[in-house]
């Protein structure tokens, strides 16, 4: 949020683009959606209730939108995005690498659909 308000284009920080700021509404709508997902499969599993299902959906949805967020950070930091001295860059990497980690959305979306048509 610093970045976007302090990078300036066409003499004006970015932040007062329209396509900007629906970039940004965006990337909070699917953050919010992911960390209740995830709230949800942690309660359940609190109450003893584990439905692997929702840890699958969980896990492949808040992965995917850790990606697709800092994807858009990086794009948002232009070419800052790319060197270390930003964290987006490192960011973008870990969530790459969550995305992968313990089960691909591929197997994750083979476990919904598994439960989905009741195996």
């Known amino acids: 949020m610093d970045y976007v308000q302090e990078r300036e284009a066409f003499g004006r920080v970015i932040s007062s683009f329209q396509g900007i700021r629906f970039k940004l509404a965006e990337m909070e709508t699917r953050t919010q959606a992911a960390r209740n997902l995830v709230y949800k499969a942690a309660w359940e599993l609190d109450q003893g209730q584990l439905e692997r299902k929702n840890v699958a959906v ?62």
């Open 58 to 119: 969980a896990k492949w949805y808040a992965a995917e939108t850790g990606v697709k967020v800092a994807d858009e950070a990086v794009q948002l930091h232009g070419g800052y995005g790319y060197i270390d001295e930003y964290d987006v860059e490192r960011f973008w990497r870990a969530s790459k690498a969550i995305e992968i980690y313990e089960g691909t959305k591929e197997i994750e979306k083979t476990i919904v659909a598994d439960r989905l048509l009741g195996k």
